[in-house]
């Protein structure tokens, strides 16, 4: 009798222990920085100059961005992205007007800020997998090279800001502190994406 009286009372002191230590952890929050390089993000075919009398050749670069993520427990985040998607277009001009049919080479940038949502749905100690959800808005620059206005006409995109966005889901190999990804999805961040995440000490709120 008196060892049930004790296994009782062990029992009923642990258990508020043990559901103060799982209450901690669900308000435990982190803070996490990465970096990415994507391929084929979607800022890539927004704009192009009227092609009618030119032809042209892109060097698309993809795109670059950094992130920065908030999370309140070990599933949701929220936090912002800045992404940068620079390439350059020589226009020729189609006919034999000059001898130097280079019309221009247009340095051309995209530069996208976006607020974003991120879901841990698998979280493993060594592996993570996640979806991503981004929206916010893209700026976009463009400078003249070589130009020959005597010559030719040219034109620039009179929009300059537009929708951004990204959808995506990704997988992080690694360990708590720092881990490499491997991200598929669509939008500005691209088609396919590898970077590395770095995330600081978790904390007690």
């Known amino acids: 009798m008196k060892k049930n009286i004790m296994i009782a009372l062990a029992l009923a002191l642990c258990l508020p222990s043990l559901a103060q230590q799982e209450q901690e952890e669900e308000r ?3 803070n996490e920085f990465s970096i990415g390089y994507g391929f084929h993000p979607v800022s890539g075919d927004y704009f192009d100059m009227n092609a009618m009398y030119f032809n042209y050749w892109i060097d698309k670069v993809g795109a670059f961005y950094g992130a920065y993520t908030h999370f309140f427990n070990k599933v949701v985040g929220v936090g912002g992205t800045y992404c940068f998607d620079p390439r350059i277009i020589d226009y020729t001009y189609i006919g034999s007007i000059t001898n130097n049919p280079l019309v221009c080479t247009l340095n051309e940038s995209c530069h996208s800020v976006m607020g974003h949502l991120k879901l841990n749905c698998i979280n493993k ?61 669509i939008g500005m961040e691209g088609n396919l994406s590898i970077g590395i995440r770095y995330k600081l000490k978790n904390r007690a709120q």
């Open 28 to 30: 435990c929050v982190s």
């Open 125 to 185: 100690k060594h592996f993570v997998l996640y979806t991503k959800f981004d929206a916010g808005i893209c700026f976009w620059d463009y400078k003249l090279k070589e130009y020959q206005p005597e010559l030719f006409g040219v034109e620039l995109p009179e929009q300059h800001c537009c929708f951004a966005w990204q959808a995506a889901a990704g997988i992080e190999v690694g360990n708590e502190r720092i881990a490499g990804f491997l991200q598929c999805g």
